[in-house]
């Protein structure tokens, strides 16, 4: 349902609203012939050893060269697949190309990773992993000092226009040894690249009796090096991304062995690709595990370069073509890194709905209303915490919309301006116009008149403070209610979600594991309240504080010590506890 525009004019003390802003690239995925034709398959290989201090792994320094992005970096050996690769499968000890392939999971070929990473670890490194007939690894540098001059001989065929790997097996009498090496990382090069590469890292315990000899053309240089020392901004070496993250994975492992052990017993191995992302820093690769990476994968799929890893101040940010988000300025322990203001709306009948308004400032107005793709005919708020909702009134004045939302609870930090024009009821339908829907979502919890709302065509909820990215929410009482919310949590688990749009933070996929997520360390707190009920026996809450929020920095205690309450709350609700004059005691299950 809608409700008609107020007229009248703008106080002059009011931005003026501006003209609809230009449009960032359009978010919504292209046409399959715009994705890159092909990548280059590739591989690489963390050779591993004991040494003096711990596991140490094997890098080498990439020549200098003006088309190579990792150019003087220090990496793991390896490279492309070469059309050789396939012709050595009859030189392999251990392993099949079918049983490579299902390690791997491609149909075939993957015999030939295995291959490139043994090939590509000898031509730049010097090491060759093949064994004797008795399955007993190649010694290589007894045959060096047999010979100067053979350990070169030998490294020549392997390299491309050679004669191949095939040559030194049959001249060695040796076989490839492909099953010493451990599959351990699947990584895609970032979208949006001039050169893109799918890349399947292994591990390998060094070949004994073999000393790493770099090429000098490829490799300039070789170290051997502990993961953690490699690491170290000290150290000054230059690496990308994947090979820190590598480092960062096999860092823990005291021995090779051990290491090797780890990665040969991994299943389900998930491809990895960063995504290209703007900020602060430059343009950089963004990792899955970053917050901003899955709205980055909605809104820039082809790695243009649009998208950005750090919400900016200000600016609006084209999320689809029913939703914008513009991020206020007052980025703190609490708000994270600032309130987000979101238009909802539908762009065919050009009508708009602003969900939290945020906060009283005059930079934060401006750029809503200059970032309004078009007229507000709505302002929502999700509820009326300081952060979310004292824009309300100078939003209003300056767009005429009315407001719709739910009375402030007659309690501190709430804001008792917010006065809507109509209280919304759960359930109930705000149609944007013939294409846009948002349903209202009452949550309370975090506060009692909290509600959620549900933008139906795209499945994406704008939760408020609901959930948030990066952190759980502070349950305040007396307003804030922890048996509430958790009920409130579970209710939107039978909601068909597929994107949550939280009031600080970028854009959450996955939004079934994230309440689930919420929802479990909410019980295992309960749980730990309880426990140290028992151990310690009655107790105040600020001994009980101590207990169960040893895990958070002191200076978050006060903040803390809220949520403790909600939980204490809770549990004498379901009959678990009893507050004794401030004095806190379990109660014992009949």
């Known amino acids: ?20 802003p230009a ?40 020549a200098e060269r003006n088309d190579d992005r990792s150019s003087g970096a220090f990496v793991f050996p390896g490279g492309t697949l070469d059309p050789q690769d396939k012709a050595l499968h009859a030189y392999c000890a251990g ?25 590509e670890c000898f031509e730049e490194a010097g090491l060759l992993f093949a064994s004797d007939a008795g399955g007993t690894l190649a010694q290589l540098d007894a045959l060096q000092a047999r010979d100067a001059q053979q350990h070169d001989w030998l490294r020549q065929p392997a390299r491309r226009g050679g004669p191949g790997m095939a040559q030194i097996c049959e001249r060695l009498q040796v076989r490839l040894a492909v099953d010493r090496l451990a599959y351990h ?5 970032p979208p949006g690249l001039p050169k893109r590469f799918d890349t399947r890292f292994f591990v390998a315990v060094a070949p004994p009796g073999q000393t790493a000899v770099h090429d000098g053309e490829e490799a300039v240089e070789h170290i051997w090096v502990r993961p953690a020392d490699a690491l170290d901004a000290a150290s000054g070496y230059k690496m990308v991304p994947v090979t820190r993250r590598t480092l960062a994975s096999i860092a823990r492992f005291e021995s090779a062995q051990a290491c090797f052990d780890h990665a040969a017993q991994l299943r389900g191995i998930a491809r990895i690709m960063p995504r290209l992302a703007k900020g602060g820093g430059g343009l950089r690769p963004v990792l899955p595990n970053e917050p901003a990476y899955a709205e980055i994968e909605r809104i820039d799929p082809h790695g243009a370069g649009h998208a950005r890893y750090e919400l900016a101040t200000g600016e609006a940010v084209r999320l689809s073509a029913r939703v914008w988000r513009v991020t206020a300025g007052n980025g703190n322990v609490m708000t994270g890194p600032g309130t987000n203001t979101y238009f909802v709306g539908d762009p065919d009948a050009n009508q708009w709905a602003v969900i939290d308004p945020g906060p009283d400032d005059d930079a934060h107005l401006a750029a809503v209303l200059a970032a309004a793709p078009g007229p507000v005919r709505w302002i929502l708020a999700t509820h009326t915490h300081l952060d979310h909702s004292p824009a309300t009134p100078r939003l209003k004045a300056a767009t005429g919309a009315p407001v719709l939302g739910r009375p402030a609870p007659a309690t501190p930090r709430q804001d008792q301006t917010f006065q809507p024009d109509r209280i919304l009821e759960h359930g109930e339908r705000l149609a944007l116009g013939g294409g846009s829907t948002l349903r209202v979502v009452h949550t309370p919890g975090h506060a009692s008149n909290h509600l959620c709302f549900l933008l139906e065509e795209e499945k994406t909820l704008f939760t408020g403070d609901h ?28 909601e068909d979600l597929e994107w949550l749009a939280p009031g600080h933070g970028f854009l959450m996929a996955r939004p079934a594991d994230a309440i689930r997520t919420l929802i479990r360390h909410r ?10 009920l028992r151990e310690l026996g009655d107790s105040a809450i600020e001994v009980l504080l101590l207990r169960v929020y040893d895990d958070v920095p002191e200076r978050m205690l006060p903040v803390a010590q809220r949520s403790l309450l909600a939980h204490l709350n809770k549990l004498a609700v379901d009959g678990a506890v009893v507050d004794d004059d401030g004095v806190w005691r379990t109660l014992a299950r009949p």
Do not use: C
């Open 95 to 119: 392993l099949d190309d079918a049983a490579a392939s299902e390690r791997l999971g491609v149909p075939e070929g993957g015999l030939d990773f295995y291959l490139a990473a043994v090939r």
């Open 23 to 62: 449009l960032p690239p359009d978010p919504r995925p292209q046409s399959q012939s715009a994705r890159p034709a092909s990548l280059r398959h590739a591989a690489s290989i963390l050779v591993v050893r004991d040494g003096a201090a711990g596991m140490e792994v094997l890098m080498v320094r990439r």
């Open 185 to 189: 990382s699947h990584w895609l090069t």
């Open 523 to 532: 019980l295992q707190r309960e749980a730990k309240v309880l426990n140290a």
């Open 467 to 494: 959930v948030m990215q990066g952190s759980t929410v502070v349950i305040n009482p007396p307003d804030g209610d922890m048996h509430a919310y958790l009920a409130s949590l579970a209710a939107l688990q039978h």
């Open 1 to 20: 349902m809608s409700e008609p525009q107020k007229s009248g004019n703008t106080p002059p003390s009011v931005p003026e609203p501006a003209s609809q």
